[in-house]
């Protein structure tokens, strides 16, 4: 039963423009959730962030949005650099839900950004 | 910053082997994670440890153990390893999920 669900696994873009990657989530107990970036052959690294409190958080070119309505979070990249082409990753974690401190991925969506 | 460290970038062992994967971090963090990624599967949660000599079975532990005797240092073992088991394993470190996931740079296991 897959709690966190990233339904494109590809996305491609041109630079300069918008990246918009999903994810969806089936546990109401979730009140916190975040986006990890993961180059070839390396850990993945903590992008940003956002609470259940807030619905957009943004941090330079880097912007996650979140309807808990919907159950939906997205990340907005702007403007797009080939740089960016990586794996993004969608985790989310139940803070007060006894969740043993652990994160829920998603399975990732390849992100390739064209000069 | 954290430092997350895996002893090896990369090991190739033979079916059958007994392998260790460690894993050491330098910030005083209680929760320790094994995860193993592969392709179209995104990352699967092997293990866990919430405090030194805890641990806590993941989503798909069957092959694999865990030794946790001092707070910075996570051991991942394959007790019999199998080609199955060829995958990138990856070590996390985490004060609280409030504070995200350190993870380290990877392990690229091949058993052959």
């Known amino acids: 039963d897959q709690q966190v669900k990233q339904n494109s696994p590809s996305l491609s873009v041109q630079e300069g423009r918008i990246s918009i990657l999903n994810c969806d989530y089936t546990?109401?107990?979730?009140?916190?959730f975040l986006w990890y970036k993961k180059y070839p052959a390396e850990g993945p690294t903590f992008l940003i962030s956002i609470s259940s409190i807030k619905d957009k958080n943004e941090d330079g070119r880097f912007t996650v949005f979140l309807n808990k309505s919907a159950k939906h979070l997205s990340l907005h990249i702007v403007p797009s650099q080939p740089g960016d082409s990586a794996v993004y990753f969608c985790a989310a974690s139940a803070r007060s839900g006894g969740s043993n401190y652990k994160l829920t991925f998603g399975k990732g969506t390849l992100l390739t950004v064209n000069p | 910053d954290v430092k997350v460290t895996q002893s090896s970038r990369y090991l190739v062992k033979r079916t059958g082997e007994k392998v260790f994967l460690e894993c050491v971090q330098d910030?005083?963090?209680?929760?320790m994670f094994w995860y193993r990624q592969d392709p179209g599967l995104g990352l699967r949660l092997i293990y866990f440890?919430?405090?030194?000599?805890?641990?806590e079975k993941g989503d798909i532990p069957e092959g694999y153990s865990v030794s946790r005797e001092k707070k910075e240092r996570f051991s991942l073992i394959l007790e019999s390893a199998s080609t199955n088991q060829t995958s990138m394993y990856l070590c996390a470190s985490s004060l609280s999920p409030a504070y995200g996931y350190t993870f380290g740079s990877g392990t690229r296991l091949t058993v052959v």
């Open positions: 910030m005083d963090h209680e929760n």
């Open positions: 546990n109401s107990m979730f009140d916190y």
């Open positions: 440890s919430y405090d030194v000599k805890m641990k």
